[in-house]
């Protein structure tokens, strides 16, 4: 059976005190619920509070994942994170190819395929974010997107490397602006990458990836999205900076 998601990527926000709060209130609220036994919760704060981060990840029940890492080895990268500095930290998750990532830092799936390697060969699992801008969308090219970016990002690894990755569908039109897409397009583009990955790995190997969707994702819509067959959880940026919000979406399943 594989496995429901709900990661917070905090962008770059908060301020050390405010990432404690948050962090000891999202510790608070998970001894007051109980989360399903195949539900995992990912906080990712900036690279600044991933040790503290950590620190209560040892005694609660969410883990931990950084939000973008370097494409190379340790060496003469200025303001770089390697793989190998998210490993020594025994760091489980990280997202790559954010959106975010793609438009104002212009990485191509190239380099993004680079990053999901570093990840792996360090054994922490990459969260790839994939998904098509508006324009792209309203000329219907939401398919040929999203398959050359699992293709050209993913599709060199291996049966058993791809299945220590989880992916983000993360329309950019619906990220941080309160649209969100509906239930049904997220299952379509859902069902859309589990049969690209059936086709190139097998329909069993297809089954075991968690596939989230990301953009907008909130308390009240994030029970009608998880509960397509296809989406396996959220990747969520604004609402995973509340607490309450946080923990009541990943009860959402
Ligand atoms: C994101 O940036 O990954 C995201 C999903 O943001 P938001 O939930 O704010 O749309």
Known sequence: MRKKIVAGNWKMNKSFEEADELISDIQDGLEKITLDRNTLLIVCPPFPYLEMASDYSSESYFLVGAQDVSANDNGAYTGEVSASMLQSMELPYCIVGHSERRAYHHETDELIARKVDQLLSHDIKPIMCCGEVLAEREAGQQFDVVRRQITDGLFHLDND?????????????????????????????????????????????????????????????????????????????????????????????
């Open 161 to 253: 490397q791809i299945q220590n990755v989880v992916i983000a569908y993360e329309p950019v039109w619906a990220i941080g602006t309160g649209k969100t897409a509906t239930p049904e397009q997220a299952q379509e583009i859902h069902a859309f990458i589990r049969q690209l990955l059936a086709e190139k790995y097998s329909a069993k190997v297809a089954d075991t990836i968690s596939i989230l969707y990301g953009g907008s994702c909130k308390p009240s819509n994030a029970r009608q999205l998880f509960a397509n067959p296809d989406v396996d959880g959220g990747l969520i940026g604004g609402a995973c900076l509340n607490a309450d919000d946080f923990l009541a979406i990943a009860q959402s399943f």
